[in-house]
């Protein structure tokens, strides 16, 4: 009797539960879980990005996972901080890398720790999907697993020049900050800067963070008709802020390393007017991404840093690809998830996505851009002053 009774209380429990189902709700059949990782600043003075790239990836977890959850597997985001430091950027990725259910990384924000965080994924082939590292290194070494949807350096600093040339500028003098990727986006610059006749003054690494008068003091003697900074905005806007309150002249000109709001909060009105390149557009720029940014807003209570939407769509491909790779039920292996990514065709918010055979999107976009206003809540209306699509220089070689 006593059986009987608990049998029926468990029946009615279990009439109740499935009546505060939502109609047309997935019952999860316990097949285990899928997680998507992220991989960016989320501390220090890069945060600004680095935390539009997790928040941009969250949202399309949350968005788009619901097909895997429908076939049964529970669907978490998972975000590491790798502080802009490679070191950390390793320990983490060893870690991602000992959780099986991470069947995918979107990251990361910068190269230098991007390319040897990818050696660690690499051994046990985990799709990365790159929203932001534009050295060419991250995709030129072939990796069937890595991938990236947002331009190259060699292309982005060889816009750069095509615009300081556009200017009527004679004369440039290029400062990088020893990173792969601002060393590396210089390099292009300057090179390309020099074949169209532009006279470089001066090329000079540096780390420095708060006083650049031993930088500056020589600059303003030298008094170039344009200053090219490659590197991140933390070091970039002090810099141009102490550049233009010690008199110097020159326009001002970066990479996308320049593009985010915290650029105008710290240098403020110094740099109004300055020019910057960009792999990521202003997501309130580009036709399909209104709703995007709507939602984004709606959950965040601000707007997206430039490459959330780009992480966004990396986010995106990462789950389109371990659902064709999951095709009868079954959880795929990284291996099956990496083979699907590379053949992932996705009409994205940042334009039509298609990777060649080094994992290079097969046509990027980039901006040329000019600050419009020192509100840091303005950023997002910098005037778009150019806009390309641009195949990977080695497109023919593949």
Same mark, same amino acid.
């Given at each position: ?232 905005? &933390? ?20 990479? &996308? ?142």
């Amino acid at each position: 009797m006593r059986n009987s009774i608990t049998r029926s209380v468990v029946g009615v429990l279990v009439v109740l539960a499935l009546a505060a189902v939502p109609a047309g709700a997935p019952i999860a059949q316990g097949k285990g879980t899928i997680k998507i990782a992220s991989q960016s600043p989320l501390s220090g003075g890069q945060a600004a990005l680095g935390e539009g790239i997790k928040l941009g990836a969250q949202l399309a977890v949350e968005k788009f996972k619901g097909p895997l959850e429908k076939m049964g597997f529970k669907v978490e985001f998972v975000p590491y901080d790798d502080q802009a430091k490679p070191d950390v950027g390793v320990s983490n990725s060893k870690n991602i890398i000992a959780d099986k259910d991470i069947l995918a990384i979107i990251g990361h924000l910068n190269s230098g720790v991007a390319i040897p965080s990818s050696e660690v994924y690499k051994e046990v082939s985990l799709a990365m999907i790159s929203p932001a590292n534009t050295n060419p290194t991250v995709t030129d070494r072939k990796y069937t697993n890595v991938n990236r949807v947002c331009g190259r350096d060699d292309v982005q600093g060889v816009v750069g020049s095509e615009f300081a040339k556009s200017l009527n500028a004679k004369t440039v003098y290029v400062i990088h900050d020893k990173t792969p990727y601002g060393q590396g986006v210089a390099e292009f610059f300057r090179d390309d800067a020099k074949k169209k006749g532009l006279n470089v003054l001066g090329f000079e690494g540096t780390e420095e963070k708060s006083n650049f008068d031993p930088i500056i003091t020589p600059i303003r003697a030298r008094n170039p008709d344009l200053i090219y900074f490659g590197g991140i905005y &933390d070091q970039g806007a002090p810099f141009f802020k102490q550049a233009r309150e010690k008199g110097v002249k020159s326009k001002f000109m970066g990479p &996308d390393g320049m593009d985010s709001s915290d650029l105008a909060k710290i240098a403020g009105k110094n740099v109004v007017g300055m020019y910057y390149t960009s792999a990521a557009g202003p997501a309130s720029a580009l036709p399909k991404a209104k709703q995007f940014v709507e939602d984004f807003k709606k959950k965040f209570g601000k707007n997206p840093e430039p490459y959330a939407a780009e992480a966004y769509d990396a986010a995106t491909v990462a789950l389109k690809a371990i659902e064709a790779a999951a095709k009868g039920g079954k959880a795929p292996s990284r291996e099956d998830v990496a083979v699907a990514v590379r053949k992932v065709k996705l009409s994205g918010i940042t334009g039509d996505i298609e990777f060649d055979a080094k994992g290079d999107r097969k046509k990027a976009l980039y901006f040329v851009l000019q600050v419009d206003s020192d509100d840091p809540q303005k950023w997002g209306d910098n005037k778009i002053v150019k806009q390309l699509a641009i195949a990977p220089p080695s497109a023919s070689k593949n």
